[in-house]
């Protein structure tokens, strides 16, 4: 698709809106921008700029259609709009999405820890299970993803990304959102779940899953590759760049085609989904390249896999608290810290979060 500039209307009449309607949302037959429903390009007479959700909107458009997302000079004026700013708004609009924070869905009815109404402090730092929201990881973890997947891209860190354990598939969706917008047609994302639930605990192979808490069983947690598939589509993100890998990790990771990985992101609750994915995965890890734990101080098996894991391969790169459940570290960054877990994330979140620890 040709790169579209906003304020550039003079196109020919058959390329632009056909509405004699004017302003902003307007009904339109505009060829470039079937897929929006209303026209953005039209300037609206009272307003004298265009506003900057606008601008979004459209360039939304061509971005999902393998569009590029550039300097854009707005209609009738000189100003530009940097494309940094434009897809840090674009970035926080989708991170509030994937919460639902905008229409704050309430929690899943008989969830484990019991907050069905919707809590703002809660949706930030992943403290509930939402009923429509495409994670549960909350405000803080999908803003860490986005920023270390930011980092790997200006760092020029080799690799593709990376989920073990993708529920809705709301992170797995930010990362390819991010790479769309910074017009990368090379990296994968890999969105690896059983789409099944979690497998059964081998006490006799992994004695730290036998205590396993029962929340980990509980049917809301399990999504099927369909809906998350759909879930992709929902945002215009499902493509060849997006690589589902189906089955339990002990199955698949192992045998895992993708040779380098810029970013992992480790959500499998158990010792051994959390122990099979480093494993598997971690030797591939880009020197500099960076791995997210989501439930290091949610899960004591997970703990424990990530503990055992780093001190038998004596990695010693300081974990990075994000909130009372996620940490994270970057391979081969050696200066040393001390994480005293979990009075250290004390400052991290709210009394209450800690005290009822309300995600798995």
């Avoid at 040709?2 to 196109?11: A, C, K, N, P, V």
């Avoid at 993708?258 to 995965?281: C, K, N, P």
């Avoid at 971690?282 to 055992?308: F, H, N, Q, T, W």
Wanted: aromatic content about 8%.
């Amino acid at each position: 698709m040709s790169d579209l500039g906003f304020g550039d209307l003079t196109r020919s009449k058959s390329q632009r809106c056909g509405s004699n309607q004017p302003g902003f949302g307007t009904p339109y037959d505009c060829k470039l921008h079937r897929s929006i429903g209303v026209c953005f390009l039209r300037r609206n007479p009272v307003v004298k700029k265009p506003h900057w959700l606008s601008v979004i909107a459209s360039r939304v458009c061509a971005t999902s259609s393998g569009g590029t997302l550039r300097t854009v000079r707005m209609e009738n004026q000189n100003e530009t709009i940097s494309e940094a700013r434009l897809r840090a708004k674009y970035i926080d609009l989708m991170i509030k999405i994937l919460v639902n924070s905008i229409y704050e869905d309430p929690g899943i009815p008989g969830s484990y820890n019991g907050h069905e109404a919707y809590d703002e402090r809660r949706r930030a730092v992943g403290g509930d299970w939402p009923r429509t929201a495409h994670t549960m990881v909350g405000v803080a973890r999908l803003n860490n993803l986005k920023d270390l997947v930011e980092r790997t891209i200006r760092e020029e860190v080799p690799g593709d990304y990376i989920e073990t354990g993708v529920w809705r598939g709301g992170c797995c969706i930010l990362m390819r959102a991010i790479l769309s917008t910074y017009d990368d047609r090379q990296r994968k994302v890999y969105v690896a779940d059983s789409f099944e639930g979690l497998p059964a605990p081998k006490p006799e192979t992994y004695p730290a899953d036998a205590d396993d808490p029962p929340f980990l069983r509980h049917p809301a947690l399990t999504v099927s590759e369909a809906q998350v598939r759909k879930n992709f589509t929902k945002y215009g993100l499902l493509d060849n760049q997006v690589v589902f890998i189906r089955g339990f990790f002990s199955d698949t990771l192992p045998e895992l085609a993708a040779q380098t990985f810029a970013l992992l992101r480790l959500d499998g609750d158990m010792y051994e989904s959390t122990i099979v994915a480093l494993e598997s995965l971690y030797p591939k890890l880009s020197s500099g390249g960076y791995i997210i734990i989501d439930d290091y101080g949610a899960v004591e098996g997970c703990r424990k896999a990530v503990d055992d894991y780093r001190a038998r391969h004596s990695i010693d790169a300081p974990l990075n608290v994000i909130d009372w459940g996620g940490v994270w570290w970057r391979k081969g960054h050696r200066e040393r810290k001390t994480i005293d877990w979990p009075a250290s994330i004390a400052t991290h979140h709210l009394e209450s979060h800690a005290q009822s620890s309300p995600r798995m």
